[in-house]
């Protein structure tokens, strides 16, 4: 396949990504498959790019004629690579909090209870590729359950994340629900009169 004659070049997206050891990539037209120590990634490619291996790394580069969306597929797809073979590698995590009195999650296999002050608990099933864990931290005394979400796929643990988080978003008054940790949340005063109790 023709390379870069008529197309933008990503000053980012051009540079090689390094394949570390016990890493196996297959590369195809339309994806390219990377499995690592810890799991294994299909990472579908954007349209005008094509990927070569060169070496131990992986390069990136636009077809012929791509254009100016060349360079925004090349950078689009380094990036995508860069997060298969760093999944496969170390992994992505993200952690969530419950704020709140009587919050409570349990996990149970890829099922997911969670009690945040609804009059039921709610149910959810993480997606495959998405594992977790529950642990009791406290701070300055007081104790709550922290959420772990683990998995090779960056995406799709920020999509599960954000779920799980859209359950119980967390209040702008008292800061109760369900937030990332570190979240700063911007809390508002409560409502009050003004003298007189008129408005």
């Given at each position: 396949m023709g390379v870069t004659k008529g197309a933008s070049i990503s000053r980012i997206g051009r540079q090689p990504i390094p394949i570390p050891p016990g890493v196996k990539v297959q590369i195809g037209e339309k994806e390219v498959f990377v499995?690592?120590?810890?799991?294994?990634?299909?990472?579908?490619?954007?349209?005008?790019?094509?990927?070569?291996?060169?070496?131990?790394?992986?390069?990136v580069k636009p077809v012929e004629q791509a254009g100016k969306d060349g360079a925004r597929y090349q950078g689009l797809a380094r990036a995508l690579l860069k997060n298969a073979i760093e999944g496969v590698t170390t992994g992505f995590q993200k952690q969530l909090d419950l704020v709140g009195t009587g919050y409570r999650a349990e996990v149970k296999g890829k099922q997911l209870t969670l009690s945040v002050g609804y009059s039921h608990p709610?149910?959810?099933?993480?997606?495959?590729?998405?594992?977790?864990?529950?642990?009791?931290?406290?701070?300055?005394?007081?104790?709550?359950?922290?959420?772990?979400?683990?998995?090779?796929d960056k995406e799709l643990l920020g999509q599960t994340a954000y779920r799980i988080r859209s359950f119980r978003p967390p209040e702008p008054y008292k800061g109760k629900g369900i937030r990332f940790v570190d979240e700063k949340i911007r809390e508002k005063a409560g409502k009050a009169r003004k003298a007189g109790g008129k408005k």
């Open positions: 499995q690592g120590p810890i799991g294994s990634i299909r990472s579908s490619l954007p349209p005008l790019v094509f990927v070569a291996q060169e070496g131990q790394s992986l390069v709610i149910l959810y099933t993480l997606p495959d590729g998405v594992d977790a864990k529950v642990e009791i931290i406290d701070i300055g005394g007081t104790k709550r359950p922290r959420l772990h979400l683990r998995s090779v």
